[in-house]
Structures are given as C-alpha cells and as structure tokens.
C-alpha cells in the first residue's frame, strides 16, 4: 500500500518584497499564479521576471510575431493577480544553458528588485513521476539558486555595480522557493484566490489553443494540483513550493 504523502509546512508570510523568475510566460501561471494573487492582497510587491518570451512556443508562429503576443498575454495574465512590473530578459527560447551568463543576467535583476524572496518553477529533473521537467526550467532554476548568493557578492559580476543602473550588492534574500517541485515541503493556502488563479492561466489564450490539447480545461488542471496541496496543507485548495534557505549552515 502507498504510504500518504507527508503533510507540507505553512510558508512564513513575513516578507515585503518577491521576484519570480522563470523561463517562460505562463510558467508562473501553471501553479504559482493563485499565491501570487493572495500575496499582491496582503499588500506585498512581487515582479515578474521572464528570462525568454517563449517565442519558440507556438508551432504555427513565427518566432518574432510569437514573441509579441507572447509578451502582451503575459502582461495581461500579470495584472489578473496584481502584478504591474513584468521584465522580459529575451534570451533564447528553448535553449538556455545554465552557466555564469545566465547566472549574471538574473543576478542584475536581484540586485535591481532587491527581494526578500525569489520565487523560480520547479527545477528537479521530473514532476515527480516519469515525465520529464524542460530543460529551460532546470536550466533557470539551476542558475537562480546561484544568481542570488552572486548577487550579494560585490565581487562576482562587478561590472554590473555603479553605473548608470545604480545597481549594488544584494545580499537581502532569505529564501528560494520553486513552485510544483516534487520535492515540495511547503505550501500555501489559495483557496480564497485559486480563481484569479485560473483566469490568469486563461490570458495566455494564443499559447494554449497552439499547444492543441483537445478538450483541455485550465480550471480543471489547476485544481487537480490545488486540491492534492490542500490536502496535505489542511486547507481546500493550495501551491506547494520547495524551500531552498539562502544561510548558511541551514
């Protein structure tokens, strides 16, 4: 007989500031769009960073055209959950390497949000079963859990310091979370928000109708998730995160 899943942790709320990065729009809205909705009420600020634009997305779309509509659903999807700053950092679709230079550019981008926490996907090498993760969001996950130690390190990307950007130093990150790891220790409640949640998935309406899934339903998809997380939580609905401690010694 399967052993039940262990119960997963509250996540500390106690923050003012996040930065999501993940790798391509609608990334943050396959699980992570609801808590977002829940924190930008309590108040908080969080910014959206997408590393690509996902313009190899769409089959039936040219890159450059896929790009734009890409960038304008994400924007869109964003202020469902009260998000008004998306940055687009437009490397390549499909084939991000983790190493220093992506490392640096999302280093720049800590340093110029100066977070509490930095929300990325999940980045194990599958979802908790057989099917395998992306490799842009291992990729990205890989180098966000360095680009924030490198951030707080004068140091390491110091040509990024003192220029017209007034970028410095950013030590200030307490925690990584990545959303939908199957590693997942954490989780919070979104039951109050899951329907943001849903129809911030629903604005990437061009992405979705290209992946071509016959009979696919956002609400549906979501809240298979939502309730496994509830579940394990105590609560109706939540979104489960890894937590990843930016101390030492922890």
């Given at each position: ?119 990325t996907g999940n980045f194990r090498d ?48 307490r925690e990584v979370w990545a959303f ?71």
């Amino acid at each position: 007989m399967a052993e039940n899943p262990a119960p997963l942790e509250p996540l500390d709320e106690t923050w003012e500031r996040a930065l999501c990065v993940v790798a391509h729009p609608d990334d943050m809205e396959f699980g992570a769009a609801a808590a977002v909705a829940r924190w930008t009420g309590q108040g908080k600020s969080v910014v959206y960073c997408m590393v690509t634009s996902g313009e190899a997305g769409i089959d039936g779309l040219d890159p450059d055209a896929c790009r734009a509509v890409r960038e304008a659903e994400q924007v869109r999807s964003a202020e469902v959950v009260g998000v008004d700053v998306v940055d687009f950092l437009r490397q390549p679709d499909g084939v991000l390497e983790y190493g220093v230079a992506l490392r640096s550019v999302i280093a720049a981008e800590v340093r110029r949000h100066r977070p509490d926490i930095v929300i990325t996907g999940n980045f194990r090498d599958t979802w908790g079963g057989r099917n395998l993760n992306q490799a842009d969001h291992i990729a990205v996950g890989r180098a966000v859990v360095d680009a924030v130690r490198d951030a707080g390190n004068r140091w390491v990307f110091a040509d990024q310091l003192g220029g017209s950007d007034g970028l410095e130093p950013w030590g200030g990150v307490r925690e990584v979370w990545a959303f939908g790891s199957p590693e997942a220790t954490h989780a919070v409640d979104t039951t109050a928000t899951f329907d943001a949640g849903v129809e911030s998935l629903e604005a990437h309406a061009a992405y979705i109708d290209g992946l071509g899934w016959e009979d696919w339903d956002p609400r549906e998809f979501l809240e298979g998730m939502a309730r496994a997380a509830g579940s394990r939580l105590g609560v109706a609905l939540a979104a489960p995160f890894e937590v990843f401690p930016m101390g030492w010694g922890e």
